[in-house]
């Protein structure tokens, strides 16, 4: 497959996400050898603290290289000891992940399972708590990316605190688009990741650790199993200006950029408005939205009209529209249809361009729609 066969699409899936012509440009200069150049050392730790200041962090932020995945694991990693007792909070697909990843490391976990069509109750996970604690660490997702849900993280954070429950918590799809104050919210471990709402390339996991985890992660009995998902390894790398490991400075350099253009903007009301624009969109057309409550503010998850089949219509968006969209995996495969509207995605020009492919595409799939998508959107966000 040729280079150019896989340019020239555009991306409006849940991630990874559409990636700026300045964040892009980032990566084309040639850079210092980050193992040897001190200037390097605080471009990074700057660029740790931009994060930091996005989730309101009294912490530590380390950037991990790897996707996502990395963050995840590397918390749990870092955070559980064998036979630690773990609550696994989910209504989802990640929040279920979770509970494979602390295993993994030795948990004796206890899943906390609740309708994945709703946020979480942070009544009915205290009553839990009360019933089958007490528990070291629980695990939980901001964002489920596959279902649109955005869970109450304010709420959960403050009773896992007030239980003594270390919190770590996925807000890889979350962080730029939700409101997060890891302080004012109480949360201990909060990850994210360079491909979603911050629209960079795949590639970093930022894992920020609150102080409060800081001692928890130095006052572990057995040493950590693996290195390099392992945060300890980076004890000392600013004062000491070294790191564990050969660092990927085109990466981070692009990651620099796009947070610099996340931080200048109010992102989190930017997204509920396009997120609440493109909800109503749907259903004044006819269609229902997969969350009942909770919506995410990054992505939206629409029931797939009956007698669709997902395929096709990604086929017409992709060959007449050189479009992509988000599909349903594991059980809501072929049952719905994401839209991502997180980073570079969260524009009404890419939303107006795909509502107008969706209405082409229906049409000639034959999907009845009871308004034109294009002709709602339009109204409603004021250009029409
Ligand atoms: C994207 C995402 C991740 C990272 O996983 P990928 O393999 O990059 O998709 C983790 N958690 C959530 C909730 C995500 O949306």
Redesign the pocket.
């Known amino acids: 497959m040729a280079l150019n066969k896989i340019q020239g699409i555009h991306v409006m899936t ?3 996400t559409a990636i700026h012509e300045s964040v892009r440009e980032a990566m084309s200069f040639a850079y210092t050898n980050p193992d040897l150049d001190e200037n390097f050392v605080e471009f990074y730790a700057e660029t740790a603290e931009l994060v930091n200041e996005l989730l309101h962090n009294d912490g530590e932020t380390y950037l991990l290289c790897g ?3 990395l ?2 694991e590397a918390a749990c990693a870092t955070f559980i000891e064998a036979g630690d007792s773990v609550l696994t909070i989910a209504n ?1 697909i ?1 929040g279920k ?1 979770f509970d494979d990843f602390s295993k993994m490391y030795g948990a004796k976990t206890q899943i906390f399972e609740s309708d994945d069509r709703l946020g979480i109750d942070p009544f009915a996970l205290e009553a839990f708590i009360e019933a089958k604690g007490p528990f070291k660490v629980a695990t939980l ?6 279902s649109g849900l955005s869970n109450p993280v304010e709420q959960i954070g403050k009773i896992l605190r007030k239980h003594g429950i270390l919190s770590i918590v ?5 962080v730029g688009a939700e409101t997060m104050n890891m302080e004012a919210f109480e949360l201990d471990v909060v ?1 994210s ?1 360079s ?2 709402v911050m629209s960079a390339p ?1 590639g970093i ?1 930022t894992v920020s650790v609150s102080q409060r985890a800081l001692l928890a992660m130095q006052a572990r009995k057995t040493p950590v199993v693996g290195f390099y998902s392992n945060l300890n390894i980076w004890k000392g790398y600013k004062e000491n200006k070294w790191f564990p490991y050969t660092q990927p400075i085109h990466l981070i350099a692009a990651l620099r950029v796009a947070l610099e253009r996340l931080v200048k903007e109010d992102a989190v009301h930017k997204h509920e408005t396009m997120a609440q624009h493109v909800r109503e969109t749907f259903t004044n057309c006819g269609f229902e939205l997969y969350a009942k409550n909770c919506y995410a503010n990054s ?1 939206t998850a629409v029931r797939l009209p009956s007698a669709l089949d997902f395929a096709k219509l990604q086929g017409k968006l992709k060959e007449d529209h050189q479009m992509l969209i988000g599909g349903g995996f594991g059980p809501l495969e072929n049952k719905i249809f994401r839209i991502g509207h997180m980073g570079e995605g969260c524009s009404l020009d890419k939303m107006n361009h795909l509502m107008r492919a969706l209405d082409q595409s229906f049409e000639s799939l034959n999907v009845p729609t009871s308004n034109s998508l294009l002709f709602t959107f339009l109204k409603l966000t004021g250009q029409a």
């Open positions: 849940p991630g990874p996707e996502g995945i963050g995840l989802g990640f992940g997702v901001h964002c489920e990316t596959p996925d807000s890889v799809s979350a990850l990741g491909q979603k795949v996991s992505v």
